[in-house]
């Protein structure tokens, strides 16, 4: 069972920077494919980034200001987020699938991500 601990949240103004951590429980980290997703009040959970293997992808919306990596040393995964916008306020949660095959998908509890303007 993967466990998933985000942190990082808080509130910006418009412009500004955040950068959220995600901690896993899990013994083989290094083989999971790991992502974020976020969801702002009244709309569906979407996705941001992920990272796995040799592979990373962004959403159009973030690309060029988010940038995903991951320490496989300590288990962790991070989300920079550069030039945030109002639109980007929402929930941010961690997400993985211990293999590409793998049916289930743990998530954190999430983190709160408020940009003003």
């Known amino acids: 069972q993967v466990q998933l601990v985000e942190s990082g949240g808080g509130l910006v103004q418009a412009g500004g920077s955040l950068r959220l951590s995600c901690a896993a429980s899990g013994r083989s980290f290094s083989s999971y494919v790991m992502g974020w997703f976020r969801q702002a009040p009244g709309k569906e959970r979407e996705f941001v980034a992920a990272?796995?293997?040799?592979?990373?992808i962004y959403a159009d919306s973030v690309k060029g200001r988010f940038t995903i990596s991951r320490d496989n040393a300590k288990n962790s995964v991070y989300l920079q987020m550069n030039s945030l916008k109002p639109e980007d306020t929402a929930v941010y949660y961690c997400?993985?699938?211990?293999?590409?095959?793998?049916?289930?998908?743990?998530w954190g509890q999430g983190t709160q991500v408020t940009v003003s303007s």
């Open positions: 990272i796995w293997s040799g592979s990373i």
């Open positions: 997400s993985c699938r211990v293999a590409v095959t793998a049916e289930d998908r743990y």
